[in-house]
């Protein structure tokens, strides 16, 4: 074919070689000569909180082996697999920039690409593309994939991800131990101050007003009041019959000052149980407000001390797990760039492309014919 007819060719079909015949060769060139092989190492697993229940199906299983589901703590782990810190302490132990940056990789995958910054937040980007996490809201099942372009380093990353992610819930569960017991240890000191404090306060006021317990104290004298009166009405009794039979008899003014004495002992015994400033009754408001203090405040260090057992007895225990539902696999083939797909999908866009460029410009033609 000579020149002319190639420069006539063109000419005809530029649009087409521009839209639909370039963009497809290029993707031939690129994904089947340059793409390099990414290799996806993929692990699942799930955070276990013995303390809270699920009601999903498969929440319902893990509950039968003293387990359940817990989406929160699950959402923090897969939040740090993406962090910055997670970032860091895998560059420490794989080097990052070494794995994702050797010139073995094509220029348009490797680290830092085509822009040439170096810097660690790029490298935060480009490493959220590289890991990824999906949290099954169902099943509270989280899939961790990690990508590279060797078998062995996808399958190193996403072991490291996982042990880090198991680091996390110990420190969270170590914390956690120390805040309870914290929590409960203050609680106890102010709890035994409280109870120390209105113990001391009942001892001084029993000091003070010389009394043990107002109402154990009333017993008596209530007991000798009934006495007293006992007394009065046999003399009363005596002394009605005297006086009906023989109103000259000499006991008579007998038997009247001893009733008249009994009842200023009377009177003495119920001044001091009911009388107004020195009687046990007055005395009593008092005495049994300092009471209900103490026994309140004893009542609270007793729930203070069970809580601090309680707390302990939970420190010793873990509240989560990281547990491995799907150990990381390590790939025997790369599953990504998917070549015949993409080239046969670049072919198809310059197709749809070129025929509605193609229309547009015959429309635009015959409007201006």
Not at 100 to 125: A, V, Y
Not at 164 to 182: A, F, G, H, P
Not at 204 to 223: A, F, W
Request: charged share 25%; hydrophobic share 40%.
């Amino acid at each position: 074919m000579s020149l002319t007819s190639l420069n006539q060719l063109w000419s005809k079909h530029k649009l087409f070689g521009l839209t639909v015949a370039l963009p497809t060769l290029l993707a031939i060139f690129y994904f089947g000569l340059i793409a390099s092989d990414v290799y996806i190492s993929e692990s699942l697993f799930i955070v276990r909180n013995p303390e809270r229940q699920s009601t999903s199906s498969l929440g319902l299983l893990l509950n039968e082996s003293g387990f359940s589901r817990n989406e929160d703590d699950s959402y923090s782990v897969n939040n740090y697999i993406l962090s910055r810190d997670a970032l860091q302490s895998l560059d420490k132990q794989l080097n990052i920039r070494k794995v994702f940056g050797t010139k073995n990789i094509d220029i348009f995958s490797r680290f830092p690409g085509l822009d040439w910054d170096n810097s660690f937040e790029n490298m935060h980007r480009y490493y959220q593309k590289m890991v990824s996490v999906e949290l099954d809201s169902n099943s509270s099942i989280t899939t961790m994939s990690t990508r590279a372009f060797s078998a062995d380093d996808a399958y190193h990353i996403n072991q490291l991800l996982l042990e880090m992610s198991e680091n996390l819930v110990n420190q969270l569960n170590e914390r956690s131990r120390q805040d309870m017991i914290k929590f409960a240890s203050q609680e106890v000191l102010l709890a035994e101050k409280k109870a120390k404090a209105a113990a001391l306060n009942l001892a001084q006021y029993r000091n003070e007003k010389s009394i043990i317990d107002p109402e154990k104290q009333t017993s008596v004298p209530l007991q000798l009041i009934g006495k007293l009166q006992d007394e009065i009405i046999i003399a009363k009794t005596h002394l009605a019959q005297l006086q009906l039979l023989t109103k000259d008899n000499p006991q008579i003014p007998v038997l009247i000052n001893r009733i008249q004495t009994l009842e200023k002992e009377i009177d003495s015994e119920i001044d001091k149980v009911a009388g107004e400033k020195h009687s046990l009754a007055s005395k009593a408001v008092s005495y049994q407000r300092l009471a209900l203090e103490r026994d309140f405040a004893d009542k609270q260090l007793t729930t203070a001390l069970a809580s601090l057992e309680m707390a302990r007895n939970n420190a010793l225990r873990q509240q989560l797990y990281v547990e491995r539902i799907a150990q990381p696999n390590k790939p025997d083939a790369a599953m990504e760039p998917r070549r015949i797909k993409a080239i046969l999908i670049t072919l198809v866009l310059g197709l749809c492309v070129w025929g509605i460029t193609t229309m547009l410009v015959a429309g635009i033609k015959e409007h201006q014919e």
